[in-house]
């Protein structure tokens, strides 16, 4: 999940200077938007080697970092 995690913050960095928590809200930040979210989708498959299934792809399962890391960390196993 560590991973993950520092995959993700890693993503962000480069997008924006903003301070965040795991628990905040990605969409309420304008951190994601739909796109965002699609761009997002790319770079973990990519970086971790995963799929994210279209059913997969929701404001609920992309709303915060712990969310995010624990749909992408279900794909890990």
Do not use: C, W
């Not at 991973?3 to 928590?21: G, N, S």
């Not at 970086?47 to 929701?58: A, G, Q, T, W, Y």
Request: aromatic share 10%; no cysteine; glycine share 4%.
């Amino acid at each position: 999940m560590q991973e993950v995690k520092k995959t993700l913050y890693d993503y962000f960095k480069v997008r924006t200077d903003e301070v965040f928590a795991d628990d905040d809200n990605l969409f309420n930040n304008g951190l994601l938007d739909s796109m965002g979210v699609l761009e997002l989708v790319y770079h973990l498959e990519t970086k971790l080697n995963i799929e994210v299934d279209p059913d997969d792809i929701s404001e609920s399962n992309f709303r915060t970092i712990d969310s995010i890391a624990a749909l992408a960390g279900s794909k890990l196993t």
